[in-house]
């Protein structure tokens, strides 16, 4: 079975800074998804970002960027000048297709992102 | 607009009685699932469906049933053979080909006292 993990129950960052959350997994496939979804006070799961195993470039959206290490099993997000509405939990995610359908998602434990104003 | 709901917001029940939580996504999406969200723990697979009148057990689907009667629906009943049910439930749907986001909805707090 694969596995999520996130070692960062919680990170803090100043406003405008960077801050870089971490997320390992486990997995004997060669072609699957990662993912990062971020949850509001709100609890509505947002998608951040998105990156394809098979692809060796790393997925960037606007202040958002990933770092993905295949032989490593690593793939962590990078949040660029940080935003007050940047506060949230960051979890990280795996996904593959079995052929039949996507299985649903593998989900770390989560990140509690503060931004410190 | 398109999306997902889910309803109620907030659900009490007492302990022993089965419970059912609704979800509706009007995405056009084949693939549904149910995960549960407890403090510390992230969001667990409970059950999940790629196509109408099939679905497969996730990770913690004991205690659990669920149809995939239409399309659009995918109810989850949480029964009395629920250890634990008080938890956060999130319902998502997304296409059946792999790598495409999921979309949430709101959730579903199912408090049991």
């Known amino acids: 079975a694969q596995t999520v993990t996130q070692s960062q129950p919680e990170m803090s960052v100043q406003e405008a800074e960077t801050v870089t959350l971490s997320c390992t997994y486990d997995t004997s496939e060669s072609d699957y998804y990662l993912f990062w979804y971020k949850q509001p006070p709100s609890r509505q799961m947002i998608l951040v970002i998105r990156?394809?195993?098979?692809?060796?470039q790393n997925a960037t959206e606007n202040r958002f960027s990933v770092n993905f290490q295949k032989a490593a099993k690593s793939f962590s997000l990078k949040i660029s000048d940080s935003q007050l509405g940047d506060a949230a939990m960051y979890f990280c995610a795996y996904s593959q297709y079995s052929g039949g359908g996507a299985d649903g998602l593998t989900f770390g434990k989560g990140t509690h992102l503060i931004i410190q104003p | 607009d398109g999306g997902i709901t889910q309803s109620p917001k907030y659900l009490f029940r007492k302990e022993g009685q089965n419970v059912t939580l609704s979800c509706e996504q009007n995405l056009n999406h084949d693939a549904m699932y149910w995960y549960r969200q407890d403090p510390g723990q992230g969001l667990r697979l409970i059950y999940y469906s790629q196509i109408v009148n099939d679905f497969q057990k996730g990770d913690i689907a004991e205690g659990y049933s669920v149809s995939r009667e239409k399309k659009e629906s995918f109810p989850l009943t949480v029964t009395s053979a629920q250890k634990n049910p008080t938890a956060f439930y999130l319902c998502?749907?997304?296409?059946?080909?792999?790598?495409?986001?999921?979309?949430f909805g709101q959730g579903t707090r199912l408090t049991v006292v």
């Open positions: 990156q394809e195993a098979y692809k060796q």
């Open positions: 998502a749907s997304s296409l059946r080909t792999g790598g495409t986001e999921a979309f």
